[in-house]
């Protein structure tokens, strides 16, 4: 898309919000699941990024796609965005506020330990308004499995900081994960009281997922870890989200659980079709409904921002692809999909095109309908996976 058609595009958004991502892709130590775009221990390549990060911001200014739109959450995530030093955190926060900002949500991801008093003084000047620590677990021995660079200590010292600075405005969201190998129950009841204790707006519990490539993958086919099995990874997330729901927090997404309307705004564009800008090596777009994705070589995006080119190219997809992806990211909420907007955007019914599988799960109570909505029930919210199973083969093999 060249600058003039995006400019044609944009004025059919006049006044549509927009949602910036930004990807820092660096960390003090690679998790032992991860398979993330990031890069640890290498200090000497920030400088360069942030300053070709910054060029990207302005260059996405500069070739209109702000244009007819305002900036109404950021998430600025990686790696650790907090391992930066404070001029260069400083460096992105300035560089932002170039552009048409009525911010509702600005988040950053914060790695327990690497949040000092200036960093956060600066988020909270800067207009960061919601800090999202990755805690994963509370247990020393879970820590060092996973390569987790924090002890559980250091969750607790973060966050007296954040009060005693007096910055209560700011929404605390924590990351914990269920289904790491050697996990039992009494370490999903040591999260939970940590987090009585800890009080936080907002839990996203997600289940570890086994990628290829990672240490964890080595280890296992090593031998020297054994996976989980399924049920007893039902057994340990029931445990967690039953315990979040009787800490009085309510689930609005399949791993999410919010306080007080506490939920993720920015991550809601993505569970509901919302447009949203990605920024920083292999962040992915969604734009006037299509799909754009920035390479994931660091020396090409260096070098392609760096003489003005966007480094991104446009995701060929189907009528499926997207039908697909609009049931499988509206089923993630609670609240399910609603159907004259899932209508009036995809042009036909979401039961429309796989109403034999959906009259099947709703049979296994995992699914139900009203005129106005398709949900999953709270058993299929559980069962998540195994309805999109059906509905990928639905799709995609039959």
Known sequence: MNKE??????????????????????????????????????????QGYVDTLCRDIVLSREE??????????????????TILTLPQLD?????????????????VE?????????????????GV???????????PGLLAFCKRTHRSETVYRDMDRIRSRGAGDLAINMDFIYGIPGQETSHIDRDLAAIRVLDPDHISWYSLI???KTLLDFWIRQGRAKPLSPDRELILMERAFRGLEDLGYARYEVSNFARDGQVSLHNLKYWTGQDYL??????????????????????????????GRPAWTEEVRTEDDDLFEGLMMGLRKVAGIDRAAFREKMG????????????????????????ETLFLTPKGLDLQNEVLMDLMEDFYLS
């Open 5 to 46: 058609e995006k400019r044609r595009q944009n004025k059919k958004v006049a006044g549509k919000s927009l949602g910036l991502y930004l990807h820092i892709p660096f960390c003090e130590e690679r998790c032992s699941y991860c398979d993330f775009l990031t890069f640890p221990k290498v200090p000497f390549l920030h």
């Open 348 to 371: 036909v019914d979401p039961l429309d095109r796989s109403r034999a599988i959906f009259e099947k799960e709703k049979a296994l109570g995992l699914v139900d309908w009203t005129e």
């Open 278 to 307: 990605g920024l920083g090596l292999g962040a992915s777009s969604y734009l006037n409904h299509r799909r754009f994705k920035k390479t994931g070589g660091l020396g090409t995006y260096v070098k392609e921002i760096n003489q």
């Open 91 to 107: 460096q992105i926060l300035t560089t932002l506020h170039s552009l048409p900002l009525d911010i509702r949500e600005w988040t």
């Open 110 to 126: 914060v790695n327990p330990g690497t949040l000092s008093d200036e960093k956060l003084g600066l988020f909270i000047q800067g």
């Open 64 to 81: 209109g796609i702000f244009e007819g739109r305002t900036v109404d959450t950021i998430y600025i995530g990686g790696g650790t965005p």
């Open 129 to 139: 308004n919601r800090i999202s620590f990755g805690v994963q677990t509370m247990d």
């Open 210 to 212: 086994l990628e290829e």
